[in-house]
T-cell receptor, first 113, second 115 residues
Framework: EADIYQTPRYLVIGTGKKITLECSQT?????MYWYQQDPGMELHLIHY???????EKGDLSSESTVSRIRTEHFPLTLESARPSHTSQYLC????????????FGAGTRLSVL | AQKITQTQPGMFVQEKEAVTLDCTYD???????LFWYKQPSSGEMIFLIY??????QNATEGRYSLNFQKARKSANLVISASQLGDSAMYFC????????????FGKGTKLTVNP
């Protein structure tokens, strides 16, 4: 299993603020993902990375950006938060194996007022 | 494109009884992976069980087993001897075989275990 950590767990912030959601994993996994989940709904991929200096956009359009400077770290940034960004954000990582099981962090619940 | 369908928005089960959560999938790929995750009210996603499309036997992990019927494209999760702590949302997912290898999720089933 992966040890994957997300901070903060909860964030309430005003419109227009810049925020960074942190995600770190200690298992040396190359692949990392960010999913967005609205309450009671399924998850949708917004960003993924195959490794250092690799980032790609997912299916769900998002105004957020990500970076992957170190293997263990995959932060997500919103330059100017809006109420429409209110959601839960889940980070995951996986090994490069046939199963490619994704292990998730505890998530960040973001509320933009 | 892959699609996951979970037709049970909510399920109720008595403690210590078994329960089956339904999942059907659609894909044109011959090779695929199916996953079940548990999401408690605290929000984290907990991996439960994996089934590969070429696996000959149904997957089992402790009290969790997967009833995999390839011809019917179904991958139902069976939880035996339900416990109060099993109350949560359960998501079925399939790995996309495209570039991202993302997980495609169903809409989930909310399971409530009654004492």
């Amino acid at each position: 299993e992966a040890d994957i950590y997300q901070t903060p767990r909860y964030l309430v912030i005003g419109t227009g603020k810049k925020i960074t959601l942190e995600c770190s994993q200690t298992m040396g996994h190359d692949k990392m993902y960010w999913y967005q989940q609205d309450p009671g709904m399924e998850l949708h991929l917004i960003h993924y990375s195959y490794g250092v200096n690799s980032t790609e956009k997912g299916d769900l359009s998002s105004e957020s950006t990500v970076s992957r400077i170190r293997t263990e770290h995959f932060p997500l940034t919103l330059e100017s938060a809006r109420p429409s960004h209110t959601s839960q954000y889940l980070c995951a990582s996986s090994e490069a194996t046939v199963k490619n099981i994704q292990y998730f962090g505890a998530g960040t619940r973001l509320s933009v007022l | 494109a892959q699609k996951i369908t979970q037709t049970q928005p909510g399920m109720f089960v008595q403690e210590k009884e078994a329960v089956t959560l339904d999942c059907t999938y659609d894909t044109s790929d011959p090779s695929y992976g199916l996953f079940w995750y548990k999401q408690p009210s605290s929000g984290e996603m907990i991996f439960l069980i994996y089934q590969g499309s070429y696996d000959q036997q149904n997957a089992t992990e402790g009290r969790y087993s997967l009833n995999f019927q390839k011809a019917r494209k179904s991958a139902n999760l069976v939880i035996s001897a339900s416990q109060l702590g099993d109350s949560a949302m359960y998501f079925c997912a399939m790995r996309d075989q495209g570039g991202s290898e993302k997980l495609v999720f169903g809409k989930g089933t909310k399971l409530t275990v009654n004492p």
